[in-house]
């Protein structure tokens, strides 16, 4: 017995280890699938602040991978992916341009097969491969490459308005009292930015105090202070003039504007005349087939164009009307109104029965010769029926309706019935009887009849 009871202990005790070491194990398990999640993305953090894009890409993109219905993982997978495929493009681009276009070529692949919705990466991936064809078949390349690389860098400057490049681009702290072109060139001295000035300008003597502002901010309020206008001539130059010079020297920038929401060339015009009064703009140019305006103006006039024409390009609103074509019988039937009682009965009452008079539903009338009578409270109805035999729905369409706008809807069958009208001739020789669409020439019975010509309606 007591072997038998030791036995017993002991496998009971090997069950609860198997138990407790399996919880353990399960305990274990499950939060290590979201640390490793978690721990991805603190990786892909890490990556995306040191600009490895591309070990920011495969840290968001494992992250997203273990847990695919977090937001968070999801949303910074779709920008790592953006920010590495744009970032291979570049380094194809700048290949591309030093004729290296294998390398290109792998680099426009790699950005494609990141992000399959960025277009310039397929495109440029294919012109490569024709570049690389051509050089194959011993044809020059070069003068291709550079040409079109060269033209679009034109294009760019010529469409868009210049940027400043300064170097360093640090925070500026300056205290001045002298004249304007010598703050402009202190400036221009600490971003590593050359100033030019009109001939024109006589500078004045003015006095300035910046407390650590970018350079283009220390720019603008020097400009205000002096009264003066700059441009950008280049990525690292600046002309100076005076403000009374601005309309003639102030660069222009172009802009095609698309409308997601126009309807057709009116509200095209609408835009192009508000846009025209509110800032002064006369070269603009519509494209109805494109629903799009091409505008060429200053940069503030763009800028507020576009603001403009974000509030302007709103969808209209809309409505839906549901319809229903019923097929309703003429047979209906309706019954409304009150059937009153018409007669009742009075009988007289035994002393028990007075009594008893109350919740019996009689009520007393009278007394005649000492004897009560009672007579039972008469019942009334009531009615209220109406009924429609065969209603039937025919048809139940929707409508959408764009506001201030014509709908029209069309319901039915159109069924083609042929119409006309004819005569019957006499037999055995008779004669035909007059008819307006009969004529009788001369030359006796039966001769010159001429059958009647059928009409149509």
């Avoid at 679009?152 to 300064?166: F, H, I, N, R, W």
């Avoid at 702290?173 to 002298?178: D, N």
């Avoid at 009153?340 to 028990?352: E, F, I, Q």
Wanted: aromatic content about 6%; charged content about 20%.
């Amino acid at each position: 017995m007591p072997q038998a009871r030791f036995l017993r202990a002991f496998i009971k005790s090997l069950a609860l280890r198997r138990f407790f070491s399996l919880l353990l194990i399960l305990t274990l398990c499950f939060p290590a699938y979201s640390d490793d999640a978690s721990a991805a993305f603190s990786r892909g953090v890490r990556a995306d602040s040191q600009r490895q894009y591309d070990a920011a890409f495969e840290a968001y993109k494992q992250a997203f991978a273990l847990k695919p219905k977090d937001a968070k993982y999801l949303a910074a997978y779709l920008h790592a992916r953006t920010n590495a495929a744009t970032e291979h493009v570049k380094n194809g681009q700048k290949l591309r341009d030093s004729l290296k276009l294998q390398e290109a070529l792998v680099e426009f692949q790699r950005a494609a097969a990141i992000d399959a919705t960025n277009y310039v990466a397929a495109e440029e991936a294919r012109r490569i491969v024709i570049l690389l064809k051509q050089q194959a078949a011993g044809l020059p390349v070069a003068d291709a490459a550079n040409a079109d690389s060269q033209l679009t860098k034109q294009a760019e400057s010529v469409e868009g308005p210049l940027q400043l490049e300064p170097s360093p681009n640090s925070p500026i702290t300056l205290r001045m009292t002298t004249t304007a072109d010598n703050v402009y060139k202190t400036i221009g001295k600490l971003g590593g930015i050359n100033v030019l000035f009109d001939l024109d300008y006589k500078p004045q003597k003015i006095t300035i105090e910046l407390n650590e502002v970018t350079m283009e901010e220390a720019l603008k309020m020097v400009a205000m202070e002096s009264k003066t206008f700059w441009r950008p001539i280049s990525s690292t130059a600046i002309f100076v003039a005076s403000e009374g010079k601005r309309k003639e020297l102030e660069s222009n920038v172009m802009k095609t504007f698309y409308l997601q929401n126009s309807s057709g060339p009116t509200d095209l015009q609408e835009v192009v005349g508000t846009l025209k009064g509110m800032l002064d703009l006369t070269r603009v140019q519509v494209n109805p087939s494109h629903s799009s305006i091409t505008m060429r103006g200053t940069v503030d006039q763009l800028v507020l164009a576009s603001k403009l024409i974000s509030d302007f390009d709103k969808p209209k609103s809309e409505v839906i009307i549901d319809i229903a074509v019923m097929q309703v019988s003429k047979d209906r039937m309706r019954n409304l109104g009150t059937t009153l009682p018409t007669s009742t009965t009075v009988s007289p009452l035994s002393g028990t029965a007075i009594g008893a008079i109350a919740g019996s539903g009689l009520v007393k009338v009278g007394t005649i010769a000492g004897v009560s009578y009672a007579a039972p409270l008469p019942s009334a109805t009531f009615t209220y029926l109406l009924s429609d035999s065969d209603t039937k729905v025919l048809q139940n369409p929707e409508i959408r309706a764009l506001n201030d706008v014509k709908a029209s809807l069309r319901i039915g069958d159109r069924i083609p019935i042929a119409t006309g009208s004819f005569s019957i001739g006499s037999a055995n020789g008779g004669r035909v009887p007059k008819s307006p669409l009969l004529e009788d020439r001369p030359g006796g019975p039966g001769h010159g009849c001429r059958a009647p010509r059928p009409e149509s309606v």
